[in-house]
């Protein structure tokens, strides 16, 4: 058996990305753990009808976890089929129930259903971190619902918002995420027990005289394992269920990637409100020493897009399985749906790592609502104006000049006099008092009815949780 090190070629996702519950499933002892489990379920139906004695049966569960890669490697690079190689494997180990093993069967009797009993196994996890995440959401959002920040459209201020409003809208998304995983899911299915064309005529040959009939063996056997089957498939489950799921995946990088790219710009110092847990020993930069680059949301961002490009070879799949099959596919779902597992499980670990961690930085966000927040509170006083009887266009004329003038001064560094001209017009006082004024000019209670709506995100979370 090859021996993986260093000195060769391995996956990231072997050794740096994701974690152990994820690669265990799509390692290649379980795989041959669930397909021996698969053996004996069809075994154990067939009993039922004869055609398997107890004494085989026993044998086989006896032998079920006793795995040997490098006997099935070495039949393998003889006999050049890796299915075979496993069965002859498991034969040798069980010499009374050999004849019995995969009877009637095709590879992709075994194979689909290994494959959709590990999604199944695989999406758990996705969904269970999702909720940690999620729940992570929501604890933010309690803490941070009222607390008002200046909002960007164009990258450029706009009006205020509040730290919990915004992260409402990833928890929002987040949440039917979930859901949709939730409903892929539960409708997983194998491709059953149905032969080399989907027809299953060799079960029912095989059957003939006996007391059950395709069908029923085959309920038998998906009962085992506790998975429903396709209906109808050809040699292969429809291809269109790998498609599936790799686009819930791929909605899901969607979310975390938006999120993640906005805490990015938030962690820039021009902005400077939020920022990724930061080591006492950690090093941003191996030639700038002060650097405090957002590595986690990077990588992150880069995993995600590498997730979303993986739908596109399953999209190719299903759509270009011939007739009632081909080997075209085989190749690529080796390497597409581990390795889409195995990157949204980093994706979600360090999202966590980073959420449960993260540093909101008040004083940058005084700042920035003292700079820019009292451009959008004008807005609250041209309201006023109007509602005085003031004429709507002069007062936005001259609320605008004063505008202009105070941007300016910001971007030359200088202190915004924006609210001390505004409130000592002479013509604004003539319709509002100084200090209505200046009440009206406090950009932290322009925030509308955000905080209402983080707590609606938040109740609609809970529910999921």
Known sequence: MTSFTHDTYISPFTWRYSNSKMREIYSEK??????????????????????VTQKQLEELLAHKTDIDIERATEIESKIHHD?????????????????????????????????????????????????????????????????????????????????????????????????????????????????????????????????????????????????????????????????????????????LYKFFIDFRLLQSPPIGEWSEPFGKNQVGSSAMPFKRNPINSEKIDSLCRFISSQANTLWQNSAQTLLERTLDDSANRRIVLPNSFLAIDEVLITSIKVVSNMNIHKTAIERNMKSYGIFAASERLLMELGRNGANRQEMHELIREHSLKAWKEVQEGKENTLKENLINDKVILKYVSKDKANDL?????????APLRVQMVIDEALKVL
Not at 37 to 44: E, G, T, Y
Not at 93 to 116: E, V, Y
């Open 83 to 255: 299915l075979m190689a496993e069965i002859k494997t498991y034969a040798e180990q069980c010499p009374n129930a050999a004849a019995i093993i995969h009877m009637g069967a095709t590879s992709m009797d075994i194979l689909d259903n290994m494959d959709a009993i590990r999604i199944k196994e695989a999406l758990e996890i996705v969904i269970n971190k999702s909720k940690e995440l999620l729940s992570l959401y929501v604890d933010k959002m309690k803490e941070f619902k009222n607390l008002p920040c200046m909002a960007f459209t164009h990258i450029q201020p706009a009006e205020p918002t509040t730290v919990g409003y915004r992260i409402a809208q990833s928890a929002q998304d987040l949440i039917d995420d979930i859901k949709e995983l939730e409903l892929v899911q539960k409708d997983i299915k194998g491709k059953g027990m149905k032969g080399a064309v989907g027809t299953a005529a060799s079960y029912s040959e095989l059957l003939k005289g006996t007391n059950l009939n395709p069908k029923e063996m085959e309920d038998i056997v998906m009962n085992k394992l506790k998975i429903k089957a396709f209906n109808a498939a050809t040699q292969v489950y429809t291809r269109k269920q790998d498609l599936r799921v790799v686009n819930a995946l791929s909605n899901l990088a969607c979310t």
């Open 441 to 449: 000019l406090n950009a932290d209670e322009y925030i509308g009815d």
């Open 30 to 51: 379980h795989k041959r753990i669930l397909l021996r489990k698969i053996w004996i379920a069809l075994a154990s139906a067939q009993k039922e009808a004869n055609l």
